[in-house]
């Protein structure tokens, strides 16, 4: 007797479906917010003017060099700090419940008795992050793109979706952290904490590099890969998509090895 195909992909994508599209509501609305709060901001000097009223030091931080145009706005809102946000809290939770939150509930047990590899098990659960996180990125992208044109917004189509993947890839590598972690060591507070630092860890590092003259800390930060050469305003950035994807699969694989050799609490 064998499984279906995929049969632990669909079963945790059917679980969390309702979720998922609540999810999708919430950060469309708060990207179209957002996005349709610029053209009420006033004109550039008056922007810029306000910009500039700033301490040096935080306009840096929170990347608003750039504000007054289309594309620095929502670098520094949308792309550089609310979506972000969001998508990693949905992400960390997640990748933390898949296994770790299971096992020590017990709700493992059932698929672990199954006739399924455990690495096809995490495999599957794994692609049902990846998937999600896709879901809810493709919202928080379709309502940029569709803002972008009824606004009217001088901000090439391409570099939306350059930002997007970016974002996407972000989540993805701090996700799969946490669902790792939890093959590693089967607890759900440990995988939430350790994916959680790595994000502060990785804002941080990206804000402070500049202001205390240590290129390095951006140099190591995955927010850096995502955000530093500005894709709203330049477009792909292949190096930096490259390093996010490294990290995502090198995640990946340790779960997967991991997951391989240890005693499941069920």
Do not use: C, K
């Amino acid at each position: 007797m064998t499984a279906e195909p995929l049969a632990v992909l669909t079963g945790a994508l059917r679980l969390h479906r309702r979720a998922l599209v609540l999810w999708a509501v919430a950060l469309a609305a708060v990207t179209a917010l957002y996005a349709s709060f610029y053209p009420t901001m006033g004109t550039t000097a008056e922007m810029q003017g306000l910009v500039d009223s700033l301490p040096e030091g935080m306009i840096t931080a929170f990347g608003w060099e750039d504000i007054t145009s289309p594309a620095g706005y929502l670098s520094s809102t949308v792309y550089g700090l609310i979506a972000p946000a969001l998508l990693l809290v949905h992400a960390v939770a997640l990748g933390a419940r898949l296994l770790a939150g299971q096992e020590e509930d017990g709700t493992l047990e059932l698929e672990v008795s199954a006739p399924i590899g455990r690495r096809r098990l995490l495999a599957e659960r794994t692609a049902a992050l990846w998937l999600s996180s896709l879901a809810l990125v493709a919202a928080v992208t379709a309502t940029t793109l569709l803002l972008v044109v009824v606004l009217d917004l001088d901000l090439a189509s391409g570099n939306v979706l350059a930002a997007s993947s970016g974002l996407l890839l972000l989540v993805l590598a701090i996700g799969t952290i946490a669902l790792a972690t939890g093959a590693v060591t089967g607890r759900r507070a440990v995988a939430l904490g350790l994916a959680a630092g790595v994000a502060v860890l990785a804002f941080v590092a990206d804000a402070l590099g500049p202001l205390a003259d240590l290129p390095w800390l951006r140099t190591i930060s995955p927010w850096s890969w995502y955000l530093a050469e500005e894709p709203l305003a330049t477009g792909v950035d292949l190096a930096g998509l490259g390093s996010l994807a490294a990290l995502t699969l090198i995640a990946a694989g340790i779960g997967l090895v991991a997951i391989g050799r240890r005693d499941l609490m069920v």
